[in-house]
T-cell receptor, first 112, second 113 residues
């Protein structure tokens, strides 16, 4: 069972920030929050992950609430190429195999 | 290294035939995963290897499915006596143990007619 809840779809205007929410109210202390995205007809692409601190890389920022029950992925300046399905996943980053469980994700549509 | 490679990209087969897919992971990655994805759904875990050892198999992996990673490098996924319900995208991913983030291949799209 997926441990996260995401809105099924969102729209964003090109050039604006895209803020994708994720609820993970049953997250355990050793579980990380991962974000992947999947562009049509391609395999999923890793974006970012974090435990409790906010994280930023060249693709996105990840904001995790203090109680860790929810997070937001931020694409600061969305482009048409960011149109994809975005998956939020929680998993323990340990030696147990890390079999990621994907839910339905959020289909982000970036519009001109 | 150009990432995770999967071959073929597309496969159309008749029901009852056997098919085999190949995955070449990133060379230094010791973990390799197989996932299946049907239209409109997220990927579902099938099995994973650490080096040559197959450490976990999903209940989705019926007796008709078998996966190997003989030398801890490339892997094959075979489906025997294919059924129409096997039609899906089969995704391979690799990673380093302890380090977050998989790298996925582009997948093999199987159509059983």
């Amino acid at each position: 069972d997926a441990k996260t809840t995401q809105p099924p779809s969102m729209d964003c205007a090109e050039g604006r920030a895209a803020n994708l929410p994720c609820n993970h109210s049953t997250i355990s202390g050793n579980e990380y929050v991962y974000w992947y995205r999947q562009i049509h007809s391609q395999g999923p692409q890793y974006i970012i992950h974090g435990l409790k601190n906010n994280e930023t890389n060249e693709m996105a920022s990840l904001i995790i609430t203090e109680d860790r029950k929810s997070s937001t992925l931020i694409l600061p300046h969305a482009t048409l190429r960011d149109t994809a399905v975005y998956y939020c996943i929680v998993d323990a980053n340990n030696n147990a195999g890390n079999m990621l469980t994907f839910g339905g994700g959020t289909r982000l549509m970036v519009k001109p | 290294d150009t990432g995770v490679s999967q071959d073929p990209r597309h496969k159309i087969t008749k029901r009852g035939q056997n098919v085999t897919f190949r995955c070449d992971p990133i060379s230094e990655h010791n973990r390799l995963y197989w996932y299946r994805q049907t239209l409109g759904q997220g990927p579902e875990f099938l099995t994973y290897f650490q080096n040559e050892a197959q450490l976990e198999k999903s209940r989705l992996l019926s007796d008709r499915f078998s996966a190997e990673r003989p030398k801890g490098s490339f892997s094959t996924l075979e489906i025997q006596r294919t059924e129409q319900g096997d039609s899906a995208m089969y995704l391979c991913a690799s990673s380093l143990a302890w380090i977050g983030g998989y790298t996925f291949g582009s997948g093999t799209r199987l159509t059983v007619v």
